[in-house]
């Protein structure tokens, strides 16, 4: 699960341009300024990444960054 955790913050990080410093398992995706639209870029980079299925609406501006590594385990997330 920090296998997950710790490649999410590196997408966050280098694809959406959070700073990483502000990226904590505690962070909700609206603290590190996620609206809707980029919740469903987001999802679509997830899907591709961890070769997931993410529907719509799954991610939310008030999920953790802990709550969505637990959502992409608990989908199988693959690691590559």
Known sequence: M?????????L???Q???KADTIEPSATLGKL???SLVLIELG????????VEIA?????????V?????LLHAKG???R
Do not use: M, P, Y
């Open 2 to 10: 920090q296998d997950i955790t710790q490649r999410v913050s590196v």
């Open 56 to 64: 719509d609406g799954e991610l939310t501006e008030h999920q953790t």
């Open 44 to 51: 679509l980079v997830l899907d591709k990444e961890f070769d």
């Open 77 to 79: 997330a693959v690691l």
């Open 16 to 18: 959406f341009k959070v």
């Open 33 to 35: 300024s996620f609206d």
């Open 66 to 70: 802990g709550e969505l590594a637990e």
């Open 12 to 14: 966050l990080s280098d």
